[in-house]
């Protein structure tokens, strides 16, 4: 067992995982070797979000040999983002990277990060995926067009393919822990707020183990909040659409005096029944759109948080024995 440093914290990792009990051994085995080899205070703040699994047991295990590493464990399954934000503002480093579990990002980069931060006094360096051949197609069509949507909508979501692989200094985390917003999008705010950064490039891997924890409907709550919390494009879409809905009905309506004052049969249900459905499908994708801002704002009114601790394993107290299955 590794003794702790003396000293403060230079470096914190923050490591977001959901049942990951199949992966955790191999991102141990490569991650620690990495940390230890920075001669530098460190910590590795694993968020547990919720998992079902073994993964809270490992956990435990993996600390009896790793002093450096802390667990903060969420009561429930939170989602990726706010498992990221926990572990942010818990985070004690004077610089702290955020990384996934999977190892499709390598842990071996975060040296060249630390490095490239201290030399050139940089606030953020962003993971840029440069060859993402190992991803499915439909994952980097969808990933391309995310990105694409974001750049026409004028939100400085920073380089393309970065994901949330980065590191950031401790004015960095301080900012975006101060803003008040709910189900923050990272990889849309750390850029947002303009702080001088730097990029390293990387082939991304295939996951080491298990499987994905980003389903297809994860991916459209992401993107639906980047859009909803970076632009307020959709809604001058909503009212452009109702200008042309509203120029279109009058237009049918100067059409139908017309007709009927000059003796013209007015046309059968067909077409009413289009411009019936036509006009309905406007409606409901302007109400639509304003219903994820309105929701988005209640959320803010109501003030709840994104998630709730049960455990830091800072506190010195061992928690209960988590749920779930157990390994042999």
Not at 3 to 19: T, Y
Not at 105 to 127: C, H, K, Q
Not at 223 to 237: F, N
């Amino acid at each position: 067992m590794s003794a702790p440093q003396a000293g403060p914290i230079a470096l914190s990792v923050v490591v977001p995982m959901f049942d990951e009990q199949d992966v955790l051994p191999l991102l141990v085995q490569r991650l620690r070797p990495v940390l230890d080899g920075l001669r530098l205070g460190y910590e590795v703040v694993a968020v547990d979000d919720g998992s079902s699994d073994a993964t809270p047991v490992l956990l435990a295990r993996e600390r009896h040999s790793w002093a450096q590493l802390r667990v903060v464990r969420l009561r429930a399954n939170a989602g990726h983002q706010a498992a990221i934000s926990a572990g942010l503002e818990r985070a004690r480093g004077d610089l702290v990277v955020t990384i996934d579990a999977d190892l499709q990002d390598p842990p071996e980069l975060i040296a060249d990060m630390v490095r490239l931060a201290r030399a050139e006094s940089l606030d953020v360096v962003y993971a840029v995926r440069d060859d993402r051949t190992t991803d499915t197609r439909f994952k980097r069509v969808t990933a391309s067009g995310y990105y694409d949507t974001m750049r026409r909508l004028g939100a400085d979501h920073g380089p393309s393919n970065a994901g949330d692989y980065r590191l950031m200094s401790r004015a960095t985390v301080e900012a975006v822990t101060a803003l008040p917003e709910h189900h923050r999008v990272l990889r849309l705010v750390v850029p947002s707020l303009g702080f001088p950064s730097g990029v390293l490039t990387y082939r991304r891997d295939a996951r080491a183990a298990g499987r994905s924890k980003y389903p297809l409907s994860s991916m459209v709550r992401l993107a639906l909040d980047s859009i909803t919390g970076a632009s307020i494009a959709p809604l001058r879409l909503a009212t452009w659409l109702g200008f042309v809905g509203a120029v279109v009905a009058l237009g049918l309506l100067v059409y139908a005096l017309v007709g009927y004052a000059v003796g013209l049969n007015v046309p059968g249900w067909t077409s009413t029944f289009m411009v019936v459905t036509a006009v309905g499908g406007v409606q409901l994708l302007c109400l639509g759109i304003l219903g994820e801002y309105v929701g988005r704002t209640y959320t803010m009114q109501l003030g709840r948080p994104t998630y709730y601790v049960a455990h830091d394993s800072l506190s010195g107290q061992e928690p209960p024995p988590p749920p779930g299955p157990t390994t042999g």
